[in-house]
């Protein structure tokens, strides 16, 4: 079985390096760093590794209630044709870090230590500016000394609002939407760890997706007047952001969809962790999923798309049949 596994002293470009090596040895790896002080050998860092997929049949845990509406991995789970999720298993030594960043698709994060402790700095939305250099690229560290160089980090002087947290084992942290943050083991580390989106952060989603595509025309307006533009720039958009607008419309149809159902055959839906879905809260969720689909369908860069052109069925007719429910 081979892991992700990033090597916290190399950088590549803003990020780890990372490569697959066999989970056997890296925990040897481990075991013998660790027995060595945390010295002398590369600070390696397993992460990402999707436990649940790689094995479905092992229950080793039940997400927690509160993080339970998971719509990104109840999609993911569901398509066959892509086998990828957003749950992952964490495991480093003392030392290992995750540089400063912002989670996939302006996702909510949620992190339990199975055992270690963890510091955790959080930004904001809106301080992440502050931490950008005058070309507008992110700054790999946090703490970094160079973002006292006013000429590189102009705007450093300007950031005002951060929190640092300590994570102890067993305990919880939840990541809204947007907040850049960057994480240290503080100990040898074991942790759990979902990206997800619900009805509270769609439209979060939503405008971010639109952000995103907005950058890539800007990065690549001087080839505008090339035969289809704007479907080259969502195979972009596609790379960059981790999903376009044809799947971004599929993600809302399958939830909906599926939400009605329920309705219609008067059955809960059952979550991760053998959690239910109420009528109440599908009803939320129908209701937030509406406005982002009515935002959608109007927006002219998904109507210049052949994939929004072609519809079999009309994304009119789902808001329709959400709107019975609301008479």
Request: charged share 25%.
């Amino acid at each position: 079985m081979k892991v992700p596994v990033a090597n916290c002293d190399e950088k590549y470009y803003n990020v780890q390096k990372k490569s697959d090596i066999q989970l056997s040895d890296y925990l040897k790896y481990w075991q013998n760093y660790s027995s060595k002080s945390h010295s002398d050998l590369p600070c390696l860092y397993l992460k990402d590794w999707h436990f649940t997929q790689d094995f479905p049949e092992e229950n080793i845990y039940r997400t927690p209630k509160y993080f339970a509406s998971d719509w990104l991995n109840e999609y993911y789970s569901a398509k066959t044709s892509i086998r990828d999720d957003y749950r992952f298993v964490y495991m480093g030594p003392k030392g290992s870090w995750t540089p400063l960043h912002a989670d996939v698709f302006t996702s909510f994060s949620w992190s339990v230590n199975v055992c270690g402790r963890k510091r955790w700095l959080l930004f904001p939305p809106g301080e992440e500016l502050c931490l950008q250099d005058r070309f507008g690229q992110l700054i790999y560290d946090a703490t970094a000394p160079e973002l006292q160089d006013e000429k590189k980090y102009p705007r450093y002087k300007e950031l005002c609002s951060s929190e640092e947290i300590i994570q102890e084992t067993g305990e919880a942290i939840f990541i809204p939407s947007g907040w850049h943050h960057q994480v240290w083991n503080l100990e040898d580390t074991i942790s759990i760890n979902h990206n997800w989106v619900n009805g509270c952060n769609i439209e979060t989603m939503w405008a971010s997706l639109k952000d995103n595509l907005m950058a890539v025309k800007k990065e690549v307006e001087d080839c505008k007047d090339m035969e289809g533009w704007d479907e080259h720039c969502q195979l972009i958009l596609q790379a960059m952001f981790g999903m376009n607008y044809e799947e971004f419309y599929s993600f809302l149809t399958f939830i909906g969809n599926k939400r009605l159902d329920s309705l219609r055959e008067n059955k809960l839906i059952l979550l991760f962790g053998n959690w239910q879905l109420g009528r109440n809260h599908i009803l939320f969720d129908l209701e937030q999923l509406k406005r982002v689909l009515i935002t959608f369908i109007k927006d002219t860069d998904t109507r210049s798309l052949n994939f929004f052109k072609n519809l079999d069925n009309q994304p009119e007719q789902l808001i329709k049949e959400i709107e019975h429910y609301f008479v």
